[in-house]
């Protein structure tokens, strides 16, 4: 199955910087088809579906958002909780603070001078008058197309101010390197150029780079809680003291440390308050994530009249599934089939109890018609439970060997089984197997199988037969469970759409 990499590679169809628009042309999509959909209805969908799952506004005032430019099957739903900050509201000019990735030593502000960019979705008018009064307020300012070329950042936020804002249009720039005066500057100029008109900043950046998922989401909600103070050296700080704490595999904590800080600066200069965390999320919280190498996703919103900052209750071992967390996993399968069918994202697991965030071992069972479409699952567990569940409903979908992948004519008529395990324990021998109560895994030699608690009374086994087609399904002889195997059993609690 093609998953999308955390970082997606951009390939250049033979484009220049004349065709990527110098002199008034428009500037065409570079990473469609990589970063996010390439059909116009498939975009459209992908992007409407972040939206209606997105979180509720922090901010009466909202002047400035933070959001992540990954490929959208990983950062979509943090990116679009952040434009619904603004959701509803009247937005005329959409400033575009982007990553410089592929220009080095960029020591300027470099302004889009073309007419518009370019996406399935048509093309974003770009704001000249804006432009232009930039170019006149700031000497830090320059028209240049040429960091824009191939620059995703930029990129992947227009869909989004597409759908949400259609009449609104763009200011795109690639935000150099420079001091904290440099920042300073070009934020007075920006909100002096900005000042009484309905318009949004955007500071595309994402997080930390590679860390593994318990180091990014410590580094990531330090940089994310610095972020929201709107001080520049707290944001400095908190970037210094990860990089000397030099955590494996931490490239960097802010792939747009730049953009974050001018826009900090024209938030403050407009009059924001402060700002607050909206959401967060790394690539290993998703279904198709890493867990030992994870780019980080945060949303942040800077304006005025904020909202209490959301808390999060930590997972709990303790507690048992609710009736709404049975029912949540299971709407979760079928959405995350459904949204990678049609949509090529999927869903980001959240909204459920904390007895649903504990690392739990899980089987996704897909049926058709009563005959199995798909079965697969992980004894032990890398991630949250709702997050595996997620994960293991793709694979079942799209990776049993046995089957071919799952299509969308098929997605309605699935039935659903999610079988949540209990640790595994070695018992002395096959006597100790309770037929119906027990699952068991059968280890020897070098091969092994496992047949869930609910396999031998759906097929109407004896523990003998049971065995028996155990052994078979580890590529052994049929009684080879009975001399120098070892077993190990588990139990399962059972969700379906029936109960």
């Keep these: ?48 579906a972040f939206m209606a799952d997105a979180l509720p506004p922090l901010a009466k005032a909202p002047l400035a958002i933070v959001v992540p430019h990954a490929g959208y099957i ?24 982007g990553t410089n990735h592929t220009t080095p030593h960029l020591r300027k502000i470099a302004l889009y ?13 770009v704001d000249i008058k804006t432009v232009a009064a930039l170019l006149a307020a700031s000497p830090d300012c320059a028209a240049d197309a040429a960091p824009h070329v191939r620059e995703h950042s930029l ?61 990014a989401e410590v580094i990531d909600h330090q940089t994310l809680e610095a972020v929201a103070t709107l001080d520049p050296e707290r944001l400095a700080q908190a970037l210094r003291t990860q990089a000397a704490r030099r955590i494996w595999g931490l490239d960097t904590s802010a792939c747009g440390e730049f953009p974050i800080l001018a826009a900090m600066a024209a938030a403050k200069a407009l009059g924001a308050e402060g700002g607050r965390v909206v959401s967060y999320a790394n690539s290993g919280d998703l279904p198709i994530g890493d867990r030992d190498r994870v780019v980080g996703y945060g949303a942040v919103v ?26 949540g996993l299971l709407a979760l399968v079928k959405r995350t089939i459904t949204r990678y069918l049609t949509t090529q ?33 992980r004894m032990i567990p890398d991630r949250p439970l709702a997050a595996l569940v997620g994960a293991m409903a793709l694979q079942a979908a799209f990776e049993d060997p046995r089957f071919p992948p799952l299509t969308l004519a098929e997605a309605p008529k699935l039935e659903i089984e999610i079988s949540i395990l209990t640790p595994m324990k070695p018992v002395a021998g096959p006597e100790e197997i309770v037929v119906g109560r027990d699952g068991v895994l059968l280890q020897k030699g070098g091969s092994s199988a496992v047949f869930l608690p609910q396999v031998a009374p759906e097929q109407g086994w004896s523990r003998e037969e049971m065995l028996d087609h155990l052994s078979c399904k580890a590529g052994l002889p049929a009684n080879a469970w009975r001399k120098g195997a070892c077993f190990f059993t588990f139990q399962a609690q059972v969700l379906n759409e029936e109960h």
């Design 1 to 48: 199955m093609p998953f999308t990499p955390i970082e997606l590679p951009f390939v250049l169809t033979g484009l220049g910087v004349a065709a990527a628009g110098m002199g008034g042309d428009v500037r065409p999509p570079a990473v469609s088809g990589q970063f996010y959909p390439k059909a116009e209805a498939v975009l459209r969908g992908a992007v409407e």
């Design 345 to 377: 994202t999927v869903p980001l697991p959240r909204g459920f109890s904390p007895a649903a965030q504990v690392p739990r071992g899980v089987f996704v069972t897909l049926k058709k018609g009563g005959c199995l479409r798909g079965c697969i699952g």
């Design 113 to 125: 001078p073309g007419a518009g960019f370019r996406t399935p979705l048509g093309t974003a008018p």
């Design 155 to 215: 990129e992947v936020q227009v869909p989004f101010i597409q759908v949400l804002f259609p009449r609104a249009a763009i200011v795109p720039a690639v935000v150099g390197e420079g001091d904290p005066a440099f920042f300073a500057r070009f934020g007075a100029a920006l909100a002096g150029v900005l000042k009484g008109r309905r318009a949004l900043i955007v500071a595309s950046s994402d997080l930390s780079h590679y860390p593994s998922a318990a180091d």
């Design 74 to 97: 990983y950062s979509g739903q943090i990116c679009a909780d952040g434009y619904n900050q603004l959701r509803g509201r009247e937005v005329d000019t959409v400033v575009l603070l």
């Design 302 to 327: 800077l304006g005025s009249g904020l909202e209490p900052a959301r808390t999060t209750a930590p997972p709990s071992a303790g507690e048992d599934l609710s009736a709404e967390d049975q029912k």
